[in-house]
């Protein structure tokens, strides 16, 4: 039965993945300035540039993600910017305690999107994807 499944789930993890990524990239562009102000707030070096990159993964690589073209290495470059900017925007050990639970939650939150990720860099989009129909 759950062999069945596979492409379905396969397809249902790659959207819900792409869900949190793709409405922040359009979040981004919309707010440019504000999210260029929040990056350095972090002291984040080049903050335009960043928020160019972040918009760029979380839009674009979202995007892939969803269709599952070059949906590995789209995956892979995800799961790269989220472990780097977790520990960046979600720092639990450096805010004041009545931020740490909100912060740890976050940090581990993406933690697991990232082994989410990886388990898509392993094993592939699914048989329902841009991918596997160029295979074909």
Not at 24 to 36: N, P
Not at 62 to 83: C, E, H, S
Request: glycine share 12%.
């Amino acid at each position: 039965m759950l062999n069945s499944l596979q492409n379905p789930f396969s397809l249902l993890g790659r959207a819900l993945i792409a869900l949190l990524f793709i409405p922040a990239g359009f979040s981004k562009i919309a707010g440019f300035a504000g999210t260029v102000g929040y990056i350095a707030s972090k002291g984040v070096p080049l903050p335009e540039v960043a928020a160019a990159i972040a918009i760029a993964v979380e839009l674009g690589l979202g995007l892939l993600l969803l269709v599952g073209f070059q949906a590995r290495w789209a995956a892979l470059g995800i799961a790269i910017f989220t472990a780097v900017i977790t520990f960046i925007f979600h720092a639990y050990w450096n805010v004041p305690v009545d931020q740490v639970m909100m912060q740890k939650q976050a940090f581990f939150k993406n933690i697991a999107v990232v082994g989410g990720l990886l388990t898509i860099v392993a094993w592939g989009p699914g048989a329902w994807s841009v991918d596997a129909k160029l295979k074909g």
